[in-house]
């Protein structure tokens, strides 16, 4: 159990440096092998949609069939996409690989691992601690994104100049990222039987669906609402809005890694003092009112005339737009029983799953019309402002253990 903690952080960091490493350059990779910007959108959306099928199949059956299992099984898929996707740019192949693999287009979390790690850490933890060892979570992960994405372009640039075409610098880094599925696959090896979920006497013969038993009701309510939040978020994904500043401003890809690298570290940094600002005005307050400023902040991104003014609004929403995410995530655990946490975190993120899945198609074809490449961030931006005013609404009165 001592071992436990910190080995799910290293999983974490060095899961996240990877989804930060690949996202960079994966769009750019995909109009190397000849994609045009709606082929490129819609694959990243089947991507999203396998993912999600993957995820919920995973997460609804770990806490019975055994956390660590699940785990490999994920890292697995990592190793699955990576090789399929370096080696091929085959459309029909791509797309398969794409719904079947765990790849993470937006640098952010994806596939089974957050919800089973979680589940996993609620369990080995005090309520009193959750939320802030949650915000050192999602610090740590914010930090290793901006790492990997510094690491992503930096190392195309770099074979770039080396002499290798783009398309074999960007396919460079398809690789690294089979290397660290593979390296996931070793460190879930590891873990202790602390990790596995509680056998409870009182839920053995509840009737269950997806996992769920008594806190059905609560975890759908919130998954709906969680899903508009991801279609809203779905829209901007960052090897989109990589993307966007390429032809938009003519960025390359080490300026890019380096514009996320400073993005994804103030994203951590916000994640970390969540856990404070809870302390003092609750998890939902927490959620809701410093998420409202940075989606105001996401809508001024495309209407900024200069590459400076657009990254500077850009690095100011990232710097308050993970307060939400450590928050949301310790609500979901505190307010639902302890041998439904996978089965809870899963149908919740599958919910942001599906929720995002047709956003990177929209996204792709509103980049294709030169008058419509701002539309993303404007109706996203719009949207996750609706959330936040439906989350408060139905969700102020409902109050996780340690705040009653």
Not at 257 to 276: C, E, P
């Amino acid at each position: 159990m001592k071992k436990d903690i910190p080995l799910l952080f290293t999983t974490r960091i060095i899961r996240m440096f990877g989804y930060g490493f690949l996202s960079v350059v994966l769009a750019l990779y995909l109009a190397q092998r000849g994609l045009s910007e709606g082929e490129i959108g819609l694959l990243l959306t089947l991507t999203l949609a396998g993912d999600a099928a993957i995820t919920l199949w995973i997460t609804t059956s770990a806490d019975r069939m055994g956390r660590r299992r699940m785990l490999i099984v994920g890292a697995a898929l990592m190793i699955l996409a990576g090789v399929i996707f370096s080696l091929t740019g085959n459309y029909i192949l791509l797309v398969l690989t794409a719904i079947i693999g765990v790849i993470s287009p937006s640098g952010n979390e994806i596939g089974p691992f957050l919800s089973i790690e979680q589940a996993a850490l609620s369990q080995l933890l005090p309520d009193k601690r959750r939320t802030q060892i949650f915000a050192w979570y999602n610090l740590v992960g914010s930090f290793a994104t901006a790492t990997g994405a510094l690491a992503g372009g930096g190392l195309a640039q770099l074979l770039q100049r080396a002499g290798y075409t783009p398309l074999n610098s960007y396919r460079a880094v398809l690789l690294g990222y089979t290397l660290i599925g593979a390296i996931l696959s070793a460190l879930f090896l590891v873990l202790s039987g602390s990790v596995e979920a509680p056998r409870l006497a009182e839920a053995t013969s509840a009737p269950r669906r997806l996992g769920l038993h008594k806190s059905r009701g609560v975890v759908f309510r919130l998954s709906s609402l969680f899903a508009i939040d991801a279609f809203a978020g779905g829209l901007v994904v960052q090897s989109m809005v990589a993307y966007w500043f390429n032809i938009k401003f003519g960025v390359q890809p080490a300026v890019l890694g380096s514009i996320f690298f400073g993005a994804n570290i103030l994203a951590g940094i916000s994640a970390l003092s969540a856990a404070w600002i809870a302390k003092r005005i609750g998890l939902i307050n927490t959620m809701v009112f410093t998420h409202i400023p940075s989606n105001i902040l996401l809508i001024l991104v495309p209407l900024m005339p200069t590459l400076p003014l657009a990254i500077t609004a850009l690095l100011l929403r990232f710097s308050i737009s993970q307060m939400d995410v450590p928050t949301r995530q310790s609500y979901t655990m505190a307010v639902v029983s302890p041998d439904e946490r996978s089965a809870a975190m899963g149908v919740t993120s599958i919910a942001r799953s599906v929720g995002a899945t047709l956003s990177p198609a929209i996204t792709g074809q509103l980049l294709a019309v030169p008058a419509l490449i701002g539309a993303p961030f404007l109706i996203a931006g719009g949207l996750k402002i609706v959330y936040d005013l439906l989350v408060w609404r139905g969700f102020r009165a409902v109050k996780p253990p340690e705040e009653k």
